[in-house]
């Protein structure tokens, strides 16, 4: 960890960024524009799977599922989906964002804190209304307790797409290194994939809750992300144009 404001850390630096401040401007807008289709995409299979669930369609698929997932059910596989599960409840997520806006803030990173905080709440908001809206009723769980909430979204995946999702795409917007930004992606998307299967395994969540859940945080995260790379792409084109001036004199 390196300089007055800690942005060289993994590999970032302002001076990469003013650089090349106006670096694949193709590419860039491509980003933007796929992100917003992902995003619309997710909405409209939320909105799809909502009507599905409740006109009783998905029925069928979700007791094959789930089912299906219980036959590899065994005490040391129980144990690794409980702690997955943990690593996505809201106490954990609450814990490890508090944690990470003191990082960001020593680091010199204020709107990455900024960001992943307006991501949580976000993400809690929009979960506590979805639930309240649809009202679906849990299944029986496999293991543990009942959990006293609706069913439809699945907190879990939604709050875990939304903190990880952001947090990935934080990250690897202010990293240089192409690996190192595959490996966070990657590490991410197993994450949350993880926890949305430990979700279905211990039968607190049918399948449609879990996919519903990672839908409606996509929308939410898509959005978050392109407007960070927005900012960041005119930081650097601001950054670009001061050093242009500068080497003029």
Known sequence: MRGANGLDILGYSPCM????????????????????????????????????VFE??????????????HQWASPT??????????????VFLSSLLVALVVVFLLIGWRRAAI?????????AILESTLKLLF?????????????????????????SFCFYGVLAGLLTTRIQKRWLRVVIWAAAALLVTGI??????LG??????????????AVWVGGLIVLDRLFQHRKRRRRGAVSAVEGQK
């Not at 995003?39 to 599905?52: R, V």
């Not at 596989?77 to 809201?90: D, I």
């Not at 960001?115 to 993400?123: D, R």
């Not at 009723?137 to 979204?153: E, K, M, N, V």
Request: charged share 10%; with cysteine.
């Open 56 to 69: 009783g369609s998905t029925s069928k698929f979700d007791l094959q599922v789930r089912l299906a997932v």
């Open 196 to 201: 949305g299967f430990s979700r279905i395994y």
């Open 17 to 52: 960024s003013a650089a090349n401040p106006t670096a694949s401007p193709r590419t860039f807008g491509a980003l933007v524009l796929a992100s917003l289709a992902v995003a619309t995409a997710c909405l409209l299979l939320f909105s799809w799977l909502a009507e599905e």
């Open 115 to 123: 960001w992943l905080a307006i991501a949580t709440a976000g993400g």
């Open 135 to 159: 009202q679906r009723a849990r299944p029986l769980a496999f293991f543990g307790p009942d959990p006293r909430t609706y069913s439809f979204p699945s907190g879990h995946a939604l709050a």
């Open 204 to 217: 607190v969540h049918w399948p449609t809750d879990v996919i519903a859940g990672y839908a409606a945080a």
């Open 77 to 90: 596989l129980t144990q690794a989906m409980r702690a997955l599960s943990v690593v996505g409840s809201f």
